[in-house]
């Protein structure tokens, strides 16, 4: 009965490595459209007149 135990935690450990990996190829994904949309005109825009309209009213 302890060996069927001890197998299970293996598998569930292999399972939480997986988790992690999918849980990185997200994110790096995630960062890799951000970062494409922030290269954009537009946004960069967007960006800068909310910036400036919000530090304009402290300056």
Request: proline letters at 2%; charged letters at 25%; glycine letters at 8%.
């Amino acid at each position: 009965m302890r060996r069927a135990q001890s197998c299970r935690v293996r598998d569930e450990r292999g399972m939480t490595t997986a988790e992690y990996a999918v849980g990185t190829i997200a994110s790096a994904g995630f960062a890799g459209v951000l970062v494409k949309l922030l290269q954009e005109p537009w946004v960069q825009d967007m960006l800068r007149e909310l910036y400036q309209s919000t530090i304009g009213k402290f300056l």
